[in-house]
T-cell receptor
Framework: GENVEQHPSTLSVQEGDSAVIKCTYS??????FPWYKQELGKRPQLIID?????GEKKDQRIAVTLNKTAKHFSLHITETQPEDSAVYFC???????????FGTGTSLTVIP | KAGVTQTPRYLIKTRGQQVTLSCSPI?????VSWYQQTPGQGLQFLFE???????NKGNFPGRFSGRQFSNSRSEMNVSTLELGDSALYLC?????????????FGEGSRLTVL
């Protein structure tokens, strides 16, 4: 089955700096890679996603890149703000239904 | 539009007991999936239902089971509870049948096994 690894597990940055979270996956059949943000005590929410036919996607301060050959994808947050502090999860899925393999999460702290 | 609703939100059980958790998806969503969230392990896929049929199942023992009703509401059951079953159980619904749609999560049911 699919195995998704996520690094780092914790990340602290100064407000205004950039943050990068990296994930690798093992199954070359995976073709959809979403990122979820979970604030303390709240439900995970989708922040951005990318499909295997795209190399990069950007949405304001958030961007995701995908390297299919190396089987890794990354989340980039620029100009970080305190409200970006949360746990971020990457995930991978194949076209066989809504079965997602999640990474173990990255706890991001933005220091004001 | 109401979000995904899970009940109960919190529950405490003892080893050997069984538990049933309920999930009401967003209106119109026919795909419901369940995840177990534990510290350090992230979210682990339990199973997914679509139109009352289990489409996918994760690597969990047979003590974990689920079902979906004709109104898309879903339940999951854990029998013969073990200490390691203590976790936050998240339900997610999706409008899209395949993997190209957003998962909308509920707030979860936090299970503590003593």
């Amino acid at each position: 089955g699919e195995n998704v690894e996520q690094h780092p597990s914790t990340l602290s940055v100064q407000e205004g700096d950039s943050a990068v979270i990296k994930c690798t996956y093992s199954d070359s059949a995976s073709n959809y890679f979403p990122w979820y943000k979970q604030e303390l005590g709240k439900r995970p929410q989708l922040i951005i996603d990318i499909r295997s036919n795209v190399g990069e996607k950007k949405d304001q301060r958030i961007a995701v890149t995908l390297n299919k050959t190396a089987k890794h994808f990354s989340l980039h947050i620029t100009e970080t703000q305190p409200e970006d502090s949360a746990v971020y999860f990457c995930a991978a899925s194949k076209s066989t239904g809504n079965q997602f393999y999640f990474g173990t999460g990255t706890s991001l702290t933005v220091i004001p | 539009k109401a979000g995904v609703t899970q009940t109960p939100r919190y529950l405490i059980k003892t080893r050997g007991q069984q538990v049933t958790l309920s999930c009401s998806p967003i209106s119109g969503h026919r795909s419901v999936s369940w995840y177990q969230q534990t510290p350090g392990q992230g979210l682990q896929f339990l199973f997914e239902y679509f139109s009352e049929t289990q489409r996918n199942k994760g690597n969990f023992p047979g003590r974990f089971s689920g079902r979906q009703f004709s109104n898309s509401r879903s339940e999951m059951n854990v029998s013969t509870l073990e200490l390691g079953d203590s976790a936050l159980y998240l339900c997610a619904s999706s409008l899209i049948a395949g993997n190209t749609g957003e998962l909308f999560f509920g707030e979860g049911s936090r299970l503590t096994v003593l």
